[in-house]
C-alpha cells in the first residue's frame, strides 16, 4: 500500500531531494500550485481526555522540552479516536522524543485503561531504557492516571510528567502526530471495519511514519533513518 504526504512544501521538496531530484523550492511551489497539490485542512477533534477525576497528578516534568540527545530518555503518549463503518476504534501511541519514532501503540473499541496499558508493554517490549529515569509524558486523563498505570510505570523505573489542565500544547509532539495520521490517512478514507482499521493504521505507522516518512525536526529524515545515524556515529566515536 502507498501512502503519501501531503505536507508544506519544504517536505515535499526535501522528500525530493532526498530521492535524488535537483530541483529548488520555488519550482517545488510552482508546480504544486500549477497541479492545484496543498496540505489537507485540518479539522477539529473530538476530545478523549477525561481529566474531571480525584485521581493523583504528576508534576509537568517535561515542559515543554521536546529536544532530547538520547534515544528513550523522554517519550510522550496520547490517544485518539478513528471512525469506522462498525463505529469507534481507539488508538494509544508512545513516541520518543528524541527521533519522533513510535515506539509502542495499541488499538481497541474502548478508552479503558487497558489501551494504553497495552500501548506501554508494546514499547517496553522492544525498547529497553538503557538508564532508569526514563521521562514519560502524558495528559492527565484518568487512564494514565490510574493506580494500575501508574504502577507499571514505577515498575519499569519510569518518571511520570503530565500536562496542565486543558493545555494541549504541553503534549505537542503527540497531538501533532495525530494531526499527520488523520489529515494523510484517516480522512481520505472510509474503514469498512475495525479490523482493516487497525490493519491499515498498523501499517501506516510502522512502515510509512517510522520507516519513510521524514520530519523537519529531525533534519528531514524519518525516524529510523536518524537513529540509525546516531547509532552509527556512536560507534564510530567509541572505535575511534
Not at 530521492?19 to 508546480?31: D, I, M, P, S, T
Not at 497539490?37 to 504528576?58: E, G, N, V
Not at 519514532?101 to 522492544?126: C, I, Y
Not at 469498512?192 to 521524514?214: D, G, L
Amino acid at each position: 500500500m502507498q501512502f503519501c504526504t501531503l505536507g508544506p512544501y519544504e517536505l515535499i521538496h526535501a522528500a525530493l531531494v532526498a530521492k535524488g531530484f535537483q530541483v529548488g523550492r520555488q519550482r517545488v511551489v510552482r508546480l504544486m500550485a500549477k497541479l492545484g497539490i496543498c496540505a489537507h485542512p485540518q479539522r477539529k477533534f473530538k476530545a478523549t481526555t477525561d481529566s474531571k477525576h480525584d485521581l493523583p497528578i504528576a508534576h509537568n516534568i517535561l515542559s515543554r522540552d521536546f529536544k532530547t540527545t538520547e534515544p528513550d530518555r523522554a517519550w510522550v503518549a496520547d490517544m485518539t479516536y478513528i471512525w469506522t463503518s462498525e463505529g469507534w476504534l481507539y488508538l494509544a501511541v508512545i513516541i520518543d522524543l528524541f527521533s519522533r519514532r513510535v515506539v509502542g501503540w495499541s488499538m481497541a473499541e474502548h478508552m479503558r485503561t487497558a489501551l494504553v496499558l497495552n500501548a506501554l508493554k508494546a514499547a517496553l517490549g522492544q525498547r529497553i531504557p538503557s538508564q532508569a529515569g526514563l521521562l514519560f509524558h502524558s495528559d492527565r486523563g484518568s487512564q494514565c492516571a490510574s493506580g494500575d498505570y501508574q504502577t507499571a510505570l514505577l515498575n519499569a523505573e519510569i518518571t511520570p510528567s503530565m500536562s496542565r489542565r486543558a493545555n494541549c500544547w504541553d503534549n505537542a509532539v503527540a497531538e501533532n502526530f495525530f494531526v499527520s495520521l488523520k489529515t494523510e490517512l484517516v480522512y481520505s478514507r472510509i474503514f469498512s471495519t475495525r479490523v482493516t482499521a487497525r490493519i491499515i493504521i498498523t501499517e501506516w505507522i510502522e512502515v510509512f511514519y517510522n520507516r519513510q516518512r521524514i520530519h523537519s525536526s529531525i533534519g528531514y529524515l524519518s525516524p529510523a533513518q536518524f537513529e540509525e545515524n546516531y547509532w552509527s556515529t556512536l560507534e564510530q566515536s567509541m572505535a575511534a
